[in-house]
């Protein structure tokens, strides 16, 4: 069975990709890494789903076991990737996902570099602030905080492989497995295939 692909996926907040994503694992072909964070749950989300809401000790305590892949702060808040888990669906033969924000996708770069890297923007800050809004979540000094901090991240697009943007949600679904498409062909990513079309010569 071959591998699954590690795959990193980054967007400013408020830009649509969990709803990207809970499209994309439909897919039994992908795996949804469910990050830890210390932040308090939003209405609606659950523990285990969106993300393992657990409390600042517990995150450092895997941090200092060595279970995090990478792990960041974000708005006052810690944000990780336990390790076990993606090690399980890969060797599974799952791509799995892995949505995290700019600065720990740049350390996972470092430490995986055979990763493929996907960064999701809005079709305009405006819109993207129209988002925001129409969570109904967040305070209008959050809503602020996010949108500078969309400033700053959208620029680290460019360090990525591939940029999609997320304007009509079936068309960013459809250009993201596209992108995992395409990554499946090249002579570089084939070395089993190749060979086995020796082996059977």
Known sequence: MN??????????SGCGKGTMLKEICRDDN????????????????????NYRFITHDEFMSLIDSGNMLEYA???????????????????????????????????????RPDALFIFA?????????????????????????????AKEEIPYASKYDYVIVNDVLEKAVEDFKAVINA??????????????????A
Request: net charge negative; charged share 35%; with cysteine.
């Open 3 to 12: 591998k699954g692909r590690l795959i990193v996926f980054s967007a400013p």
């Open 30 to 49: 992908y795996y949804f890494s469910v990050s830890a964070t210390t932040r308090e749950p939003r209405n609606g989300e659950v523990d285990g789903v």
């Open 73 to 111: 702060e974000y708005c006052s808040n810690l944000y990780g990737t336990p390790l076990d888990k993606v090690k399980e669906e890969l060797a599974k033969g799952k791509n799995v996902i892995l949505e995290i924000e700019v600065v720990g996708a740049m350390k996972v770069r470092e430490l």
């Open 121 to 149: 923007v809005p079709p305009s800050l405006k819109e993207l602030e129209r988002r925001l809004r129409d969570r109904g979540t967040e305070t209008e000094e959050v809503i602020q905080a996010r949108i500078a901090k």
């Open 183 to 200: 990554e499946s062909f090249k002579a570089e990513n084939s070395a089993e295939l190749l060979e086995e079309v020796i082996k059977n």
